[in-house]
């Protein structure tokens, strides 16, 4: 049986941290925690599950902390969890056996990372992460901000999920200081710091420069094919939001230059033409997006753009075509992701009063 070392950083985490340990204590054999500047309880509340409790000097660097935490780590495998993640009953039970069967021979395993879901907890956005990485390979972090180990070696997908459920917002400004900073100080920013940049300008509704940062990583060529994609998908968002209709269309398709059409971009399209009224072709979009929607994808994956959405969408234009038989064909389809969801509901009413 291999063991595991849990390896986190942490600062002001008091509110969240026993819920976190409680969650994964079970399956792991060491907990190591790096406290960048704790001033409330996080510290006391971390020495009741470990001793081995460190300060680290803060210096703008998610990585750096990172690696100062495994490095103090003894096991087999290190694990990473932020302090407002949890491991459902479920997934604790999977990672036990996980612990039973794991060959040493893998270098890494991946996880389900689920950041955000409904009110009836059904999930909306999810990526693949590294979440155990073999200590004797020494893998490092890379990245001041969305820090990670690239994916690469003997790797294992489990689908194992983390659930990242915060209690609080964060704080919008802190990710995009960091970046400002480096620019400032002249720093060099590797292809993954060019995207997360890029994204951290959208989210703090900085539309114009968000958009040349994607525009510059995509004519940079230098990034992994899943950010490229994603990076056209935020493109043509900072777009419309720029009102700049003219060049959604080229920023989605431009997607297909690395990979096969994926659902999230096939939706948007047929958005894009159902707002100009083009039923018919919006229709085409959506339907393909269904047929896109079992690609895997180790990237950031919308859900509710694998199925429901395209389904609703394909019963409203087929609605508007004149088509309620298959309106009523999609929404019940559409149904079949989320039954409880009122626009299916409120679908159902409106062809049932038209005797379909």
Known sequence: MITISLCMIVKNEADVLAR?????????????????????????????????????????????????????????????????????????????????TLDISIEMVTMKYITHWDANGYPLLCSTRERLTRRDLNKQWQGAVHECIPLGGNYLETDIAVWHKKLHCGDLKRNINIYLKMLENKKSFLPRDQYYFARELKENGRYVESAMWFAKFLDDGQGWVEDNIASCLSLALCYKNMGRNDKILPALTRSFLYDAPRPEICTRIGYYYKEKKNFECALKWFLTALGASNRSSKGFVLLDYCGYIPCIEACVCSGELGDLGSAKIYNEKAAEYRPESPAVINNRKYLEARGV
């Open 20 to 100: 976190c340990l409680d969650s994964v204590k079970d399956a792991v054999d060491e907990i190591i925690i790096v406290d960048t500047g704790s001033t409330d309880e996080t510290k006391n509340i971390a020495l009741r599950y470990t001793d081995k409790l460190y300060d680290f000097e803060w210096v703008d660097d998610f990585a750096a902390a990172r690696n100062r935490s495994y490095e103090k780590s003894t096991m087999d495998y290190q694990m990473w969890l932020d302090a407002d993640d949890i491991i459902s009953p479920e997934s604790l039970s999977a990672m036990l056996e996980l612990k039973k």
